[in-house]
Every structure is written in structure tokens, then in C-alpha cells.
């Protein structure tokens, strides 16, 4: 917690969304989605939140 012992590998990234250090077996698997156990509701500020999103499953 205090920082003081050096990582061996210190990864290279060139963004928040890079994946370059992960195995292809992983990063080329399509998503599996999973269904809330308890549907609800998004509240307006939850809903904002997924303003850029545009993604309906089938199954919904």
C-alpha cells in the first residue's frame, strides 16, 4: 500500500481504452450479456449517463 516495492513490468497504454497487452483469446470473444436479476428503471441522472449509448439486445 505504501508503494515502496517496484512492479517487475510496468505495461505501455496509449489510452484508457487500450487493450493491446491482453491475449487475443480474450479480447476477440464476443460478449456474453447478462440480464439484471431485478429489472427496474433507470432514474433520469442514471439515464444520462448512457446518453451516447444506442445498443438494444434482442432478447429486451
Given at each position: 500500500?505504501?508503494?515502496?516495492?517496484?512492479?517487475?513490468?510496468?505495461?505501455?497504454?496509449?489510452?484508457a481504452?487500450?487493450?493491446?497487452?491482453?491475449?487475443?483469446?480474450?479480447?476477440?470473444?464476443?460478449?456474453?450479456?447478462?440480464?439484471?436479476?431485478?429489472p427496474?428503471?433507470?432514474?433520469?441522472?442514471?439515464?444520462?449517463?448512457?446518453?451516447?449509448?444506442?445498443?438494444?439486445?434482442?432478447?429486451?
Amino acid at each position: 500500500m505504501a508503494k515502496k516495492v517496484k512492479p517487475p513490468f510496468v505495461p505501455t497504454i496509449q489510452g484508457a481504452n487500450d487493450v493491446s497487452n491482453f491475449d487475443d483469446e480474450f479480447t476477440s470473444e464476443a460478449p456474453i450479456l447478462t440480464p439484471p436479476r431485478e429489472p427496474r428503471h433507470l432514474s433520469s441522472e442514471e439515464q444520462n449517463l448512457f446518453s451516447d449509448f444506442d445498443y438494444i439486445a434482442d432478447w429486451c
